[in-house]
């Protein structure tokens, strides 16, 4: 043999190729400083600088090379930047190269050569498809303290960071008539003939550059470089109107409805975000996502240098990099012919092992120098970090530095088979194929099994036309390009080679072997979906794209069936793995969903407000001043409003307005209490019941004029109270003629208590008379401010004083808030919030969420006055269930310290005194309690077995949790003024 | 004749390449007459025919399935084992499933890779936290482990959280330290190895096409695609299936079938230690041992028996992870499927005896059947070999919608896709 | 998904919030028979097939829809309003 010069040894060729030498790329690898090519994926930029070797495996941690150059590549798995946008799990194969780029491997210490935890490969014999469930047992408690953590750190793959993401991710909507998924031969014949017709397409493709196969093998069409042909395409569809092309785009997800998502890559620089995810709905769908090769696991097939034939001819065709100088090709069909080719064209010399007996060298090798083995196979291989040399079973030893491996080719049948539907096995091509369509779509060329380049494009010219016509256009005139392929030679199969199963990888990544999948077989978990989950093949980040197909046929053997017979597991989204951040979008962290504010928001804020959230309101909790804290600014608030008057924004609470002759009918059926004879001018408390009994929710609603009624709602329940009405409206009672509208956004509502309010509101109406006569306790007016401006008042009470709200048009609540502070400044008004409201409502016995939790009943809450046994109404028949009439169910009722004065905590279970503190005495809890200012203790409101029979006992309110065991005694929860005659007088 | 697992069996195995293994449960055809049929090879089904046979020596006894052992629901959650409920009807069950997975390992001697790593719920408000509180307490009122943790301690123990920029702030959160997780399909590969030693009969690919009753109504046994079996009791134990395999027998069921995805991501070193999960968005996540996070979030919402999820779901969930945990929008998430429940009206499960003499009914799992497996096996398997049901297990008889005694831990009504 | 909304046209699914089979008949509002009422509010056939399921276009026009569906597909074959099902009696 001749001597070679470097650069005729050098893996990156001088020419050719579609990477651009002109823009040389800095990277690191592991610290190392590289060079690339605009053009390269970090993959190919890695074997140009002759690195092989790229991960090491997740169970044992051998070394492991770059096996493919597609999304089927199980070891080159990196972790990509640094800080907080370090990314681990990247495969090489998908990263495009970009200057600056920091790449390290993972999963192994201290370095990728010398991995320390390599040494547990000498264990391997011992670490079989679930060994794992045979031991670690015993002694028990050492699962979570030695097994586990040390299972854990050897386990997993990248390190990941636990800063927050800084990178933008955006999301949108896209439609179309035609999604071709795939631009290769057939995805770009069907884009193209379709757009041509003026059909809305989108072509997408997960690569940077359109042409799929065609950029990798050295085919052509028409008789010139099959790239010429696809660059000539991508110009026509970039000028076509109606077509959308999209590279860097991966087609995740096939969803109902012919829905699919999608995640568009972005050069952060230029673009702001770093992904984009689309939900595209597509009249129909074109898939031409192609096939992706398969192995052929023998045994030591792992060794780095061991790559599928596809990618040493694309790593040699479309990134110039020669995989090795000495190659064995090993092959059970004819693309053995087609690497050889390539590789001995490169100056790469070549020997062919071909399974097959009656393999014969096309006419296309003669003239190089390829030795052929007929009817061999590889039964080992010898390297350390490096395959060096293959052993034929006839004993023959082959030297090399690269062994490609050809095993046939698996379709991409997975957004296919993600709809529901079921790919068959075709007999004939050795391989799964798309089965009948559930959804509007279809498969084209190799990933619908037909591999050559001239079916590829009769199918996509197909598809075209089945989407034109479908939609009742012309059907144009075709004029197909003739490509000149290889005759299609048919393969045999050729599933593993057999010898040390223990040493024949399936899977890589996860280090599943033959061996595991027969000793799957041996222990009977011998269902495709046993043997994924007992040996893990499958479950890898490639989701059995490389070794799946090989690992169910050394199954349907070893159960003497055939692979048909045997079946697939199920293929689930994504297809590649997609950044959870991609999916999210925008709404994450404080924008993750939306907040709403009231209109008195600013103005609360600008007089010093601390917000709580309540659902997806904020409101204000207290208005504390300098130097206070938050509970002495709810007291301060509760004793200035008890005693002089505050002003609190109660927007939030829930609005509808109800019109209608039927009105008062409805509200008969809605609410638990009759409703037929309020008056105009009047407001009612009402309940409002579960059809299953249970209390939904209460509030007031006040007649406004004839047939109209303004309805309020606690905070948290509007939603689902106005829902239930325009069902009881739409679908239950059709015939009522009313009619609902949510108006809480549309009104400020301001409640104006204590004893000076009407003083105060007489102060802003002076013209209306307030007295206790003319406006009584439930009374209702509709006045103008000056300059017209509508103004609802109601006199009702939560806090138990004398007390009324106020509601106006939204924009106007801050300047009304000014206005009552203003004019009640010598009355001592204050705004209060939250918090004070909640210590009033206690003390004064009202129910609010603590209680309405949706297992009460009326008659827990003593309320069961309020059923009316005068008419029907939503939940009367099941609220008289045996269960919930039950007089033995906890009852509402008031808790105050025995003596002392000791805090009572809500959550704390109510037990009798003298018992164990164990669940067999336990008989209700504390639904809400508070310090009160007004009676100088803590008070507290509770739920008690038979609590109304029980005044005046001592039971115990514990709280374990918070370490409180507090004597309580049980009292009426109407703390304050039980009479009414405050808020009535 | 099946041997014990082992170290010493490993060890032994090794050094003959691991041919000695034999199959973890028989392969039998089905016998005529069996004393009870289980239909339903998941987790469920294969612990009821375990303590039938060990705890009641009823062994004459055959589990049907379908498909294969273990590849309904028990293979497709997202693996926790917790005992933290509110209501004592609920509680009292779960506390008596959590007590028996201690220790369940050795009793089967299989490794199930239980992980008592504590679950953590997270509450966003102060009166969450005194919810929280409330279900704590009756937590410790049972005997089982309750704490409250500030949002401190939370900060410091899980450092995915970042609690600074959240929409909804973290103020205080219910850690259950026994909680957990463990290997799902260990579980149904485990009760089916150790009921089959037991001689349990376990037929897979047999699909039940009939329930024949006699003209009193008794249940007189099953068709399947395997021919028919005589029995005098049928369990059902096909959560997911519940009301389709039901109607066989002519119930009607408070239950609708429902549909919930599950996530997992790419395989990562250690980063997060517990099970952690947080209302604002239904989210709940946690680590595998190989790695992966494994997360969920609500209900797709419509009734399904599909088993495929769609993107809404699958959107919300991704926003509900970057609401807390905004480091995980640069991993990958690497799959994602769906299991179909049923949900029942109250959002607690059923185990019952029926208005059919001989038909036992075991379902309405809801999205949390996966904790309950050794204990609703321990109480069916008692309800079915005593024809009452077992005192733990009693509040969740299916005449309480009839008694006005539902189970509502979250108050929502019979609505099941908000439970 | 995309539900078809009578008013709105075709729309995502999440606009929509869902309710459940819309088969069930509410008993007559005097009716006291606690069987019929626990049947009509907790009982469900529950098929496996296309059931009439009623959701609101929340989201949207707020109508109350009846959807013909496939539960065991989710393919969806048409709607109509609540309003206009209640008043045509039971399809």
Known sequence: MRDLSDTETAPRLTQGGRIDRSRPLTFTFDGRTLTGFAGDTLASALLANGIHLAGRSFKVHRPRGLVGHRENEPNALMRLGTGDRLTPNLPATLVELTDGLVAESQNRWPSLKYDLQAASGLLKPMFPAGFYYKTFMWPAAFWEKLYEPAIRRAAGLGRATTAPDPDRYERGFKHCDLLVVGAGPAGLTAALWAGRAGLHVILADQDSELGGSLLTERSTIDGEPASLWVDRVAGELARLDTVEVMPRTSVFGYYDHNILGAVERLPTAEHGARERYWRIEAGRVTLAAGALERPIPFPDNDRPGIMLASAVRAYLNRWAVRTGTRAVVFANNDDGFSTARDLSQAGIAVTLVDSRADAELPRALTGLEVTLHRGRTIVGSKGRHRVSAVTLDDGTRLPCDLVAVAGGWNPVVNLHSQTGARPRWDSIRDCFVPGQPRQNESSVGACAGRFTTAEAIQDGAHAAVEAIRALGKPVPELDLPVPEDPPAGRGEALWYVGGRDSHTFLDPQHDVTVADVKLAHREGYRSVEHMKRYTTLGMATDQGRFGNVNGMAVMAEARGLSVAEVGTTTFRPPYTPVSVGALAGRKRQRTFMPLRRSPLHDWAADRGAIFAEAGLWQRSRAFPQAGESLREAAFRETTQTRTHVGICDVSTLGKIDIQGPDAPELLNRVYTNGWKRLAVGRARYGLMLREDGHVMDDGTTSCLAEGHYHMTTTTGQAPKVMSHLEWCLQALWPELDVQVQSVTDQWAGLAVAGPNSRALLQRLLPGVDLSNAAFPFMGVGRYALAGGVPLRLFRISFSGELAYEVNVPADYGPALADKLLELGEDLGAIPYGLEALDVMRIEKGHVTAGELDGRTTAADLGMAGLMSSKKDFIGRVLAQRPGMADPSRPRLVGLQCADGDERIRAGSHLLPTGTQTTIDFDEGWVSSATWSPTFGRHIALGFLKNGGERMGEVVRAVDLVRGHDVQVEVVSPHFYDPEGTRQRG | MMSQYSVFQLLRETLRGHTGWRPAWRDPAPKQRYDVVIVGGGGHGLATAYYLAKEHGITNVAVVEKGYLGGGNVGRNTTIVRANYMLPGNQRFYSKSLALWEGLEQELNFNLMMSQRGVLNLAHTDGQVDMFARRANAMRLHGDDAEIWSPEKIAAEVPMLDLDSARFPVRGGLMHKRGGTARHDGVAWGYARAADRLGVDIIQNCEVTAIERDPQGRITGVDTTKGRIKTGKVGLAVAGHTSQVAQMAGLRLPIETHLLQAFVTEGLKPILDQVVTFAAGHFYISQSDKGGLVFGSSLDGYNSYTARGNLPMVEHTAEAAMSLMPCIGRLRLLRHWGGVMDMTMDGSPIISTTHVPGLYLNGGWCYGGFKATPGSGWCFAHTIARDQPHPIGADLRLDRFMTGRELDEAGTGAQPNLH | ?91
């Not at chain 3, 005097?30 to 059931?51: K, P």
């Not at chain 3, 496939?70 to 074959?77: E, N, Q």
């Open chain 3, 1 to 91: 998904m995309r539900i078809p909304c009578p008013v709105c046209g075709a729309r995502p699914s999440e606009e929509f919030t869902y309710r459940g089979d819309a088969r069930p008949v509410r008993p007559p509002m005097d009716s006291s028979d606690q069987g019929a009422w626990v049947d009509y509010l907790f009982f469900r056939d529950d098929e496996r097939g296309r059931i009439k399921e009623q959701w609101q276009h929340t989201g949207g026009c707020r109508a109350w829809i009846v959807v013909d569906r496939d539960t065991a597909t989710h393919a969806v074959h048409g709607s109509e309003l609540a309003r206009d099902a209640a008043e045509g009696g039971q399809a």
